[in-house]
């Protein structure tokens, strides 16, 4: 496939990614109308996902560390795994999502303001770090290494700070759970 090929399937993947979870966060589409048949391994991917993001956080940040000592097949496998649990995370985001359970969070004051501030910042990097990642990873496996190195610029600091960002709001809104 060309690059153009790729780039455009890397788009057409990160819009219907950005679509699937706009559905459900305006609860169009719910896995189960009645409540009560939600299956109980359900309420336990919150802290899968917070697991999931924190892991990641700690495997692009030694990542970087093995890229600066030109490492790179440690720092390819690393990413990989990287990715791979943050698919796996996508995967269970959408699935506890879908289930049409709703958190509200319950702080108040300049905790709230902080809290909200994080989740929006979250939310909007989280939208575009998703194309970034892939355009990296066509790159970086195809040894287009300075165009790699050039677009990883943007796109570690925003994949860094969405899976950092992901497990202070889990942190934040884990005490108002309601299941």
């Known amino acids: 496939m060309s690059d153009r090929g790729i780039f455009r399937a890397i788009i057409a993947i990160s819009v219907f990614v950005f679509a699937v979870v706009l559905v459900l ?15 109980a391994w359900v309420f336990c991917l919150p802290r899968l996902n917070a697991g999931l993001n924190a892991t990641c956080s700690i495997l692009l940040v030694i990542s970087l560390y093995f890229v600066k000592r030109k490492q790179v097949e440690v720092h390819k496998r690393l990413n990989i795994i990287a990715f791979v649990l943050s698919s796996l995370f996508l995967v269970s985001y959408i699935i506890f999502h879908a289930t049409g359970i ?37 790159r970086g496996l195809q040894m287009q290494v300075e165009r790699h190195k050039k677009l990883v610029r943007i796109a570690f600091p925003v994949w860094l700070y969405v899976t950092i960002t992901g497990v202070v709001v889990y942190w934040m809104i884990s005490p108002y759970y309601t299941f």
């Open 25 to 39: 966060q305006s609860k169009i589409f719910t896995l189960f109308p009645d409540k009560t048949s939600i299956p």
């Open 102 to 138: 709703k958190t509200v969070y319950g702080g108040q004051g300049l905790m709230r303001s902080i809290y909200y501030f994080i989740l929006i910042t979250h939310i909007i990097l989280a939208a575009v770090v998703l194309p970034l990642v892939l355009i990296s990873f066509q």
